[in-house]
């Protein structure tokens, strides 16, 4: 989770996993780090997320036309 007053977000933000994927990408983080500082064994270590713009409709996936959509080409309908 990032707060409004956080933006931008910098390398420095505290991490606020919200779900359990997020606590994994955390803990893979952190294993990465602890290697490093235990034993120098080189890694990186990314912290990528999805970005959207401001004002981006949250819907924009469902924006498929009929004729390309999977639900309508179902068995034995054909295009005339």
Known sequence: MVYPDEVPIRETNPLRPLSPYAVSKVAQDML????????????????????????????????????????????GAHRS
Do not use: L
């Open 32 to 75: 990465g780090y602890q290697y490093w500082m235990s034993w120098k064994v080189d890694s990186v270590r990314t912290r990528g997320f999805n970005h959207e713009a401001r004002g981006a409709d949250r819907c924009s996936w469902r924006r498929t036309s009929p004729s390309r959509s999977p639900t309508s080409r179902r068995a």
